[in-house]
T-cell receptor
C-alpha cells in the first residue's frame, strides 16, 4: 500500500521554463511534507518543506503547494536550470519531526533540456 | 557545519555474513534515522534513534538492528545477510526528527 505516490516516473522540461512535479498521498494523518532532490550515488538533499497548516511555501526558485482536501502537493521550479536535472522525491510524516519516519514516493526523474 | 557522514561508502559481503554501518550526524543533531533504498521498493524507513533510544521502527525483520551512542553517532547492523539486502543504506540526522538531512549512503552488495 503506497501512501505517497509520484505518478510520473520522469518529466522533461526545457531550460528556463517551469517544472511542476506532483505528489499524492492517501494518509490524512500526514502533517508535514518535504521535497528532496537526489543525484546518483549521493544521498537526498533537502529542498523545501511545508506544514499542513499552510498551503504554500516559497524558497527562491522553489515553491511547494499543498491542497489538503485533494491530498495533493506539487513542487514548482521556476525558471528550470540544467543543474536541476535529478530525481525528486516527495516525502511525508505523520508527526512533524518524523518520529515515525518519512514515507517517500518512488521519485520523479526531472530532465532539463537545453 | 560538516554534513552527515557515513562509513564505509561501499561494502561487498557474502550471504550469511553480518555487516555494521556507521553514521555521524550533523553536530548538534540528536536524532538519527536509517533508510534503505532499493530500485523496487524505493526509500524505506528502518528506524530512528534519539538520545540513544530507539523511538520508532519500520517494517523490517529483526536481522536489522541499530544503536546510538552518547555522542549521537549511530551504527546499523544487519545479520545473516541475504541477497535482497543489497541496497543503498542512508542515514539522516535532524535536531529532533524535524527536517532530516541525509548522508551520502553506504552501498551494500551481497553476493
Amino acid at each position: 500500500d503506497q501512501q505517497v505516490k509520484q505518478n510520473s516516473p520522469s518529466l522533461s522540461v526545457q531550460e528556463g521554463r517551469i517544472s511542476i512535479l506532483n505528489c499524492d498521498y492517501t494518509n490524512s494523518m500526514f502533517d508535514y511534507f518535504l521535497w528532496y532532490k537526489k543525484y546518483p550515488a549521493e544521498g537526498p538533499t533537502f529542498l523545501i518543506s511545508i506544514s499542513s497548516i499552510k498551503d504554500k511555501n516559497e524558497d527562491g526558485r522553489f515553491t511547494v503547494f499543498l491542497n489538503k482536501s485533494a491530498k495533493h502537493l506539487s513542487l514548482h521550479i521556476v525558471p528550470s536550470q540544467p543543474g536541476d536535472s535529478a530525481v525528486y522525491f516527495c516525502a511525508a510524516s505523520v508527526i512533524r519531526g518524523g518520529a515515525d519516519g518519512l514515507t517517500f514516493g518512488k521519485g520523479t526523474h526531472l530532465i532539463i533540456q537545453p | 557545519k560538516a554534513g552527515v557522514t557515513q562509513t564505509p561508502r561501499y561494502l561487498i559481503k557474502t550471504r550469511g555474513q553480518q555487516v555494521t554501518l556507521s553514521c555521524s550526524p550533523i553536530s548538534g543533531h540528536r536524532s538519527v534515522s536509517w533508510y534503505q533504498q532499493t530500485p523496487g521498493q524505493g526509500l524505506q524507513f528502518l528506524f530512528e534513534y534519539f538520545s540513544e533510544t530507539q523511538r520508532n521502527k519500520g517494517n523490517f525483520p529483526g536481522r536489522f538492528s541499530g544503536r546510538q551512542f552518547s555522542n549521537s553517532r549511530s551504527e546499523m547492523n544487519v545479520s545473516t545477510l541475504e541477497l535482497g539486502d543489497s541496497a543503498l543504506y542512508l542515514c539522516a540526522s535532524s535536531l529532533d526528527a524535524d527536517t532530516q538531512y541525509f548522508g551520502p549512503g553506504t552501498r551494500l552488495t551481497v553476493l
